[in-house]
């Protein structure tokens, strides 16, 4: 079989995503059963840019499976800071890890590592393009809580534009039969032109809308939130001037469908009001460990490491 990366959430068929996401409910069905599968393996993390859940779930996925991990959480920690490449980079790590996960703040560095690589490289971030692995995830979350990852509608909302989230999980539900998306942002804040382009193109039902309200919440299965991206502005003002523009908090919670969920990829600033986090339809700690199931299950995937 050949090499294969996870760049995108389209770099699994929708069978492979479902038979990962199978995999990984059996995994937190029985952890016992997987608990050495990887021994003698090692994941290499190697994040150019912070993250607390990324890299810890991928920690924790593989020590769960009995392998190992190594690497580094900054690219101030690494020989990043005397000019190597992640070209360079990768092809050494290749001598010292099986498996890969990178986070880069620049778009298409996973990518650039992928094709010098002799190990399976995961995509954990790249700037504001794509986070497949979150999307994992926030499917599985969905689909562990909501039943079914088809005839869905989804409301995402915040930052939209640098939120990388938010353009892999849109790209990943498109693929299901009866998914909608309700757009929630301001203006400067909208998804990228290629993320538009591509619902019109398969079709996708989905509206724009700025407000947060009653109205716009209306039929929603799912709120997904999101922060807005300090890290991706190019001054401080217009950040200052956007950060508190949506605060989900229990009054607007009274107004949500009963059975409207609220996820959130994490970290929070502020844009969810902590007198959220005890209302049942609040999931995003959920989310939190469904990450590290869906993570356990790529690492096997891509490893080719089959348990009877
Ligand atoms: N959800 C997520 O990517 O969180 P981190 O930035 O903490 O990894």
Redesign the pocket.
């Known amino acids: 079989m050949a090499l294969r990366h996870l760049m995108s959430p389209l770099d699994f068929s929708v069978e492979e995503t479902e038979k990962l996401l199978d995999l990984a409910a059996d995994i937190e069905k029985n952890p016992e059963k997987y608990s050495h599968v990887c021994d003698g393996k090692i994941l290499a993390t190697l994040f150019y840019e ?6 810890l779930s991928f920690e924790a996925a593989m020590m769960n499976l009995g392998g190992k991990v190594l690497g580094f959480h900054s690219a101030d920690s690494s020989s990043a800071t005397k000019g190597e490449s992640v070209s360079d980079t990768i092809r050494l790590i290749t001598c010292y890890a099986d498996i890969c996960a990178m ?1 880069h703040p620049k778009e298409g560095a996973p990518l650039v590592a992928s094709l010098k690589s002799g190990i399976p490289v995961i995509n ?2 790249d700037g504001g393009h794509q ?1 497949p692995t ?1 999307t994992l995830t926030d499917m599985m979350t969905i689909r562990s809580i909501k039943g079914r990852l088809d005839n869905l509608k989804i409301g995402l909302c915040g930052d939209l534009k640098f939120g990388r ?1 938010v353009h892999s999980l849109i790209s990943s539900l498109s693929r299901y039969p009866g998914v909608s998306f309700v757009l929630i942002s301001p203006e400067e804040l909208r998804v990228p032109s290629y993320v538009r382009e591509g619902m019109r193109a398969k079709n996708i039902p989905f509206e724009e809308v700025v407000k947060l309200d009653e109205t716009t919440m209306a039929g929603l299965d799912v709120l997904y939130m999101t922060r807005v991206q300090k890290e991706r502005f190019f001054n401080e003002a217009d950040y200052v001037r956007m950060k508190d523009f949506y605060i989900l908090d229990k009054e607007k919670m009274s107004v949500a469908p009963e059975d409207m969920i609220v996820l959130h ?3 929070r600033v502020n844009e969810i009001s902590v007198d959220v986090d005890d209302d049942p339809r609040a999931c995003y700690f959920r989310q939190v460990q469904y990450g590290v199931y869906a993570r356990m299950a790529l690492i096997l995937t891509l490893l080719e490491m089959e348990v009877e």
Do not use: A, C, E
């Open positions: 912070p993250s607390t859940r990324t890299r986070r954990g971030g986070h979150q989230t990829p994490l970290p």
